[in-house]
């Protein structure tokens, strides 16, 4: 019952701060949003017993990320959307039936999903269980993303360099 | 769930809530007086002592001081997040102390993954920075609210990376376990700490720490003479009280880190009946070494000057974080060949 | 015990709502914004299925999907800084000298 309420509750503030994203005008308060959204979604990872990614989520997507964004957003500091509103005509009236559609399809579709319920009983989200696989089985995507951050990182000191 | 709040469990894990949470706060309020006295002595003079003897009562009398401030609100600046920023900054701050171990029966909760949680807590309290400096709406605090948080987030890598060495001899990230890792001897004299095993480690996680909760040497993006008064000079009563109070929280929890990663938390000398080495004599041991730390952070308030942000930053990013990878490297040799 | 189509309704609907944001927003950086609701959303599923079944591999996914969102968002937000510089604006809609 406690875990029912707690997974209501996490649900209904992602759910409500994705939707604040989207409607707020002004683009730090969609930030801001998106960080109370960011942290109810780690909340729902320690419901489904993955502590250790629900720890990496707080440190590396709230805690880095999107300082990033708030930094970027604080320096530009264009707070406002622009209001070019007449190019959203086709996009509102064709995008959001279409988006609802697509959200019934997926429900329908999720809805179907039948698990044999003995499978949860393996305890996979300790630091040792996810350590052990990341090591072992994906070593080499691991490998590859430490690459990635690397390419990441020069490309994005070239970008925002003032003179190359 | 009525079985639930109403059992013995969750009366004692709210009394353990209650006596952290009171320490806690009782402590914060002295922890400033503290302060003044010890620059007072490094400086050759008395500091606070008109308030009750031996200026015990300051900090009641600063307190007082704070609720009866006026309390401004900066105009064309946001009211949420001036209003919010102080208290981003001290929930994370008081958060931590959910797993900090004070005794072997004496935690609030053992997470299995406390160590990250701690780091976590650190790196959602950089907002109430960010948000503070931005709320004021004047071009000191959001310039001392920038260069605040980007100073926090570089040495939270170096903080990182030097805990690592300690996480790969114990194997495990539940602060409990830990501690009683370093129980014991060798050679009977030299205690099992992992300052022993993990020198360099403990210097890079001291300097960051320093960095990390914005203190002297590394406090530039708040010190009076740089930047007015750098992100919370606009803030004034209550609000300029709970960033003080969150500022020093981060202090304790990060004594309380050192002390029970690298010096072995509540392991001491054990003596006496069952009842003595359970529940006071770890706590007494622990808080010594907490209060070493603290003690060791204002003498160096006291003594050090000040480094220039661009020099910190190269220091951060050029010299702590690869020594510190190399740390993370060298260990990492060591436990594998042994 | 949570039965999983609830978590799932809930990424698939989080997923929407980003993908309503896309199409939506015209700062940019509110459409990296409505890109990170997307990729929480799948991190939902991978950690709902992968809790569901006893599988570690959808929580090293997630691990991975992690490390490419902040790729992402680095590159995204270098971009958009010399977006700014070149343009004055962060309307997506000024963007468009390559229209035709």
Known sequence: MIVETLFFLFGAIALGGAINVVVQRQVLYSALSLIVMLASISGLFVLLRAEMLAMVQIIVYTGAIMVLFVFVIMLLNVNDDDDNTDTLRWPKF?????????????????????????????????????????FTDYLLPFEATSVL????????????KRDL | MIEYLTSVTFVVLMAKVAVIFGGLMGSLAYMTLLERKVMAAVQMRPGPNRVGPLGLLQPLADGIKFLFKEDIIPANSSVLLYVLAPVISLIPAFMCFA??????????????????????????????????????????????????????????????LSVVGVLMITNTLSLQEIVTAQAGTWFGFIPRWNIVLQPLAFIIFFISILAETNRTPFDMAEAEQELVAGWHTEYSSMKFAMFFLAEYANMVTGSAMASILFLGGWNGPMFGPEWLQIWVLPTAWFLAKVFFFMFLFMLIRATLPRIRYDQLMAFGWKVLLPLALANVVITSLVVALT | MIPIHWYLTLSAMLFVVGVLGFFLKRNIIALLLSIEIMLN?????????????????????????????????????????????NRETLNIDRANLLKW
């Not at chain 1, 951050?149 to 925002?160: E, R, S, T």
């Not at chain 2, 299995?112 to 004021?136: D, K, R």
């Not at chain 3, 691990?63 to 937000?77: H, I, N, R, S």
Request: net charge negative; glycine share 10%; no cysteine.
């Open chain 1, 94 to 134: 064709i995008g959001i039936p279409g988006v609802l559609f697509l959200l019934a399809m997926l429900s329908s579709s999720m809805w179907q999903v039948r698990i044999d319920p003995s499978l949860s009983a393996v305890d996979t989200g300790s630091a040792e269980a996810i350590g052990i696989s990341l």
């Open chain 2, 99 to 160: 797993v900090i171990p004070f005794g072997p029966e004496l935690q609030i909760t053992d997470l299995n993954v406390g160590v990250l949680f701690i780091f976590a807590m650190t790196s959602v309290g950089v907002y109430g920075i960010v948000l503070g400096g931005w709320a004021s709406n004047s071009k000191y605090p959001l310039m001392g609210g920038l260069r605040a948080s980007a100073q926090m987030i570089s040495y939270e890598l170096s903080l990182t």
């Open chain 3, 41 to 85: 959303a799948v991190n939902l599923t991978f950690v709902a299925f992968s809790s569901a079944l006893g599988e570690v591999g959808g929580q090293v996914f997630v691990f991975f999907t992690m490390v490419v969102a902040a790729a992402e968002a680095a590159v995204g937000l270098a971009l958009v800084i010399s977006i700014y510089r």
């Open chain 1, 149 to 160: 951050i690397l390419i990441a990182i020069v490309g994005a000191l070239v970008l925002a």
